[in-house]
């Protein structure tokens, strides 16, 4: 069983950061692509951020500049850290992962942890 567990979310004032960390665990041969989404209330999830394998990154036009995706392929994590929040960033943010088990590729989801920010 593959699980992905999310942390560092929480409430922070207008201009504040905070770094949001997913762990992956289980059997695992490899991960591919890995991503942030979030999720907004009455809104759709929409795509964050971007990471490669090899380190490629890519980010919606809203946070760039902002939000900085980063990896560690031995701890099978992946980060987002977020400067300059503003209210507009307050959602539930979700990680996924593309993970290789039994020759196979598979998409998993964190369970999304809330950012809050306060004006």
């Known amino acids: 069983q593959v699980q992905l567990v999310e942390s560092g979310g929480g409430l922070v004032q207008l201009g504040g950061s905070l770094r949001l960390s997913c762990a992956a665990s289980g059997i695992i041969i490899s991960i591919d692509d890995m991503e942030w989404y979030r999720q907004a209330p009455g809104k759709e999830r929409d795509l964050v951020a971007t990471i490669t394998r090899g380190g490629r990154t890519n980010y919606a036009d809203s946070v760039k500049g902002r939000f900085t995706i980063s990896r560690d392929n031995a701890k099978d994590t992946v980060y987002l850290q977020m400067n300059s929040l503003k209210p507009e960033d307050t959602a539930v943010y979700y990680c996924?992962?593309?993970?290789?088990?039994?020759?196979?590729?598979?998409?998993?989801w964190g369970q999304g942890t809330q950012v809050t920010v306060s004006s």
């Open positions: 996924k992962a593309m993970i290789w088990r039994d020759n196979r590729v598979f998409a998993y």
